[in-house]
């Protein structure tokens, strides 16, 4: 299934290469055993952005651009960020994903796990072919701090003491580090010198970090039929995020806000108010100002970079994720 980023031609450089390396993910995913295949495709079908393996092209069109030195590279990043989202539907119960039932929802916790451990550890397989080093030993650095920022989530749900620090915390290992990776491996892949892999990295962080506060602000603020998933989430789920944290400093820990979030059975009626008040309060613009921040200061990185035509498509990925609506 083509994904948006495709059909609108936002990674127009690439298009082609994405294509192949959405065919190739297909063939990926296929095992001998078909229950595993069903799984393993399930949410491949299901659509999404494919950022990293984007990520992962366009940093390689900076050097010696080379689609068979970035191809398994591309493909790794995709199914690692797959297993993440199979393993996080189970933790957060999730039904939906993208507008369709998640892999718990059609197969239960048990086929979910697997799947996700599964794709997991062949896309490691994939990576170990590389030469260079440090590809495998970035990615495993990464994937050992998102187990921990996903503890860490688990750990202080349903807290409302919880400050921006910490938020910072969690989402640079839930989705800065790997978006971050995508870019800085992209480089290596292809030879890029030093000072080009730490530009891009560094770009690649910042644009994750605003990735993930954008899409907190979307969990309270999106169409659900654009979001593909309810709204609210975060709120029922007991995951305390950037608006959340801004709109307590102004209601206090003896509000109703603070009473309906750390409350661990809501109903849809208290979840729409606890979002109604973190509106109210000016959470929504706050973040939004946090996310601008970092944008700018992806863009400031890109300064550093060859002036080479996928350089504009970074910037173009920055208001991209400012102004997306899912």
């Known amino acids: 299934m083509t994904s948006f980023l495709l059909k609108f031609d936002l990674f127009e450089d690439i298009r082609d290469d994405l294509y192949i390396v959405e065919k190739e993910i297909e063939k990926f995913v296929q095992t001998p055993s078909a229950l595993l295949t069903e799984t393993s495709s399930h949410l491949l079908l299901a659509g999404g952005k494919r950022l990293r393996p984007a990520f992962a092209l366009l940093a390689g069109k900076f050097h010696n651009y080379s689609l068979a030195k970035l191809l398994p590279l591309a493909i790794a990043l995709e199914t690692i960020h797959m297993a993440t989202l199979v393993h996080d539907d189970v933790v957060d119960a999730s039904l939906t994903r993208r507008g369709k039932p998640t892999v718990k929802a059609q197969w239960g916790d048990r086929i979910s796990l697997h799947t996700g451990d599964y794709l997991f550890s062949k896309s490691l397989v994939l990576i170990s072919e590389y030469s260079d080093k440090r590809i495998s030993s970035v990615l495993a650095k990464v994937s050992v701090q998102m187990c921990q920022g996903e503890i860490q989530q688990l750990a202080t749900a349903y807290s409302i003491d919880q400050t921006i620090r910490d938020y910072f915390y969690k989402i ?40 993930q506060i954008t899409d907190d602000i979307l969990d309270m603020t999106a169409d659900e039929l654009e979001l593909g998933k309810p709204i609210g989430s975060d709120i029922r789920q007991g995951i305390i995020t950037l608006p959340a944290i801004q709109a307590l400093k102004k209601h206090g820990h003896q509000s109703r806000l603070a009473e309906l979030l750390q409350k661990k059975e809501k109903t849809e009626e208290e979840i729409q108010e606890a979002i109604e008040l973190i509106k109210h309060t000016g959470g929504i613009e706050y973040s939004f100002s946090i996310a601008r921040k970092y944008l700018e200061k992806a863009k400031k990185e890109l300064n550093n970079l060859p002036p080479v035509s996928c350089r504009e498509t970074f910037e173009m990925m920055a208001d991209f994720i400012y102004a997306r609506s899912y």
Not at 192 to 210: E, I, N, T, W
């Open 172 to 211: 640079n290992r839930k989705t800065a580090l790997l978006i971050s990776a995508s870019c800085q491996l992209g480089a290596i892949a292809v030879g890029a010198p030093d000072s080009l892999v730490k530009s891009l990295s560094k770009y690649g962080h910042f644009l994750g970090m605003a990735f």
